[in-house]
Each structure stands twice: as C-alpha cells, then as structure tokens.
C-alpha cells in the first residue's frame, strides 16, 4: 500500500523561484491538508481540502497556492519562494465522515531556499 | 481556537522505566485528541487516539494515554521504555467534526538512555 506519496523528498531553490511540491493519495481520502514542520513550532496547517474542487486556508496560507482537481492529488504551489519558506512539507490525508479521524502522513519534503 | 500545549521539549528516561509525555489542550465541544510519533527524517505516525468511552486508551508499540477532562489533560504513557522509543513525540487535537482543522503541539522528543 502506497498511502500518501509526497515529491520530491528534498529541493534546493533560489529567493523568487516558484516550485510545486506534489502529494499523493491512494487511500480515497476526501480530506487532505499540507502542514509545514519548524524547530520548536510543531506543525502548522498551511492549506487544506475537504474533497476535489474545494480548499480552503490554514494557519499559514501567505506565499503558498493549493488545487484539488482529482480526489488523489493535491499539489503545493510556492510562487516566489523566500528563505523563511525552508521548512520541512507535510501532506497528511483522512477519511472524513465515518472515518475515525487519524491523519495519514507522507514522508516529508525538505525545502531549502537560498 | 482550540490549541495544545506540550511543556517539556525533552523527557529523558532510562530503559525499562515507566515514562510519560504530557499534553494539555483547549478545545470548544468534546475533544477528539491523537498521540502521534516521528522517527528521524520520517513522517508522523499514528499511535493512538480518543474520541469518547474509555477514559484509559491503548496505542499502537504499548503505548496508552489517559484522557482527563477536568484536567484538560492527555498524557501519553508506557509502563516500560524501550530504546527505539526514542523519537519526537506530537500531540494533536481537533473538535467534532472539524477534519481538516488538527491543532498539533510543539512536540516532545523522548531519549530514552540504555
């Protein structure tokens, strides 16, 4: 079982360079969410999706983009990537209703802008 | 806004001894609230969850928490540490319903000396 498939595991970009950060899932998950991991500041919810077509904003919204298209993916768009966007990416997914509410994480995209 | 809180950076314990990892939340309605673990350079793992019922939950690897709804409390608990529990421990939490909106803790790394 594949589960929730993020690309690429690591990426080195320059100030003002847009990326897109992809993630995977093959569990039919209708809800999936992206979360960026910091020293000492947990993880914060940057943008989420509650099934295709719909997103909305977390936490941390400023700088990032968000599409759902299909029910798989759900890809993260940084425009014009700056050095307080270096982090560690997560992409986590979960049923919804009638599910019993754990997220499923990937394993992490580690984002270094110089 | 519901949020957690996770007062110790590190808890340090030696093998084969009791260990706890404390939590403690803020939430409107009945709190649904998750143990998750990550090993390094990996994503979060699911360990454990409360929903309702039984105020004494069990978890994947041994591992049980105790939900106190006076305290506002969710430590993670397990009777007898093992080395490869090592790891960086989150909390999360999130209201009724509320999917894609996960409040996580700042996060608790577990060494646990041989």
Same mark, same amino acid.
């Given at each position: 079982?594949?589960?929730?498939?993020?690309?690429?595991?690591?990426?080195?970009?320059?100030?003002?360079?847009?990326? #897109?950060?992809? *993630?995977?899932?093959?569990?039919?998950?209708?809800?999936?969410?992206?979360? $960026?991991?910091?020293?000492?500041?947990?993880?914060?919810?940057?943008?989420?999706?509650?099934?295709?077509?719909?997103?909305?904003?977390?936490?941390?919204?400023?700088?990032?983009?968000?599409? $759902?298209? #299909? #029910?798989?993916?759900?890809?993260? $768009?940084?425009?014009?990537?700056?050095?307080?966007?270096?982090?560690?990416?997560? *992409?986590?997914?979960?049923?919804?209703?009638?599910?019993?509410?754990?997220?499923?994480?990937?394993?992490?995209?580690?984002?270094?802008?110089? | 806004?519901?949020?957690?809180?996770?007062?110790?950076?590190?808890?340090?314990?030696?093998?084969?001894?009791?260990?706890?990892?404390?939590?403690?939340?803020?939430?409107?309605?009945?709190?649904?609230?998750?143990?998750?673990?990550?090993?390094?350079?990996?994503?979060?793992?699911?360990?454990?969850?409360?929903?309702?019922?039984?105020?004494?939950?069990?978890?994947?690897?041994?591992?049980?928490?105790?939900?106190?709804?006076?305290?506002? /409390?969710?430590?993670?608990?397990?009777? /007898?540490?093992?080395? /490869?529990?090592?790891?960086?421990?989150?909390?999360?939490?999130?209201?009724?319903?509320?999917?894609?909106?996960?409040?996580?803790?700042?996060?608790?790394?577990?060494?646990?000396?041989?």
């Amino acid at each position: 079982n594949a589960g929730v498939t993020q690309t690429p595991k690591f990426q080195v970009l320059k100030t003002g360079q847009s990326m #897109t950060l992809q *993630c995977a899932q093959d569990m039919n998950h209708e809800y999936m969410s992206w979360y $960026r991991q910091d020293p000492g500041m947990g993880l914060r919810l940057i943008h989420y999706s509650v099934g295709a077509g719909i997103t909305d904003q977390g936490e941390v919204p400023n700088g990032y983009n968000v599409s $759902r298209s #299909t #029910t798989e993916d759900f890809p993260l $768009r940084l425009l014009s990537a700056a050095p307080s966007q270096t982090s560690v990416y997560f *992409c986590a997914s979960t049923r919804g209703t009638g599910g019993t509410g754990e997220l499923f994480f990937g394993e992490g995209s580690r984002l270094t802008v110089l | 806004a519901q949020s957690v809180a996770q007062p110790e950076d590190q808890v340090n314990v030696a093998e084969g001894n009791p260990l706890t990892v404390k939590c403690t939340y803020s939430v409107s309605g009945n709190p649904y609230l998750f143990w998750y673990v990550q090993y390094p350079n990996r994503g979060l793992q699911f360990l454990l969850k409360y929903i309702t019922g039984d105020n004494l939950v069990k978890g994947s690897y041994g591992f049980e928490a105790e939900f106190n709804k006076s305290q506002t /409390s969710f430590h993670l608990k397990k009777p /007898s540490a093992l080395v /490869s529990d090592s790891a960086l421990y989150f909390c999360a939490v999130r209201e009724p319903g509320g999917y894609q909106k996960v409040t996580f803790g700042t996060g608790t790394k577990l060494q646990v000396i041989p």
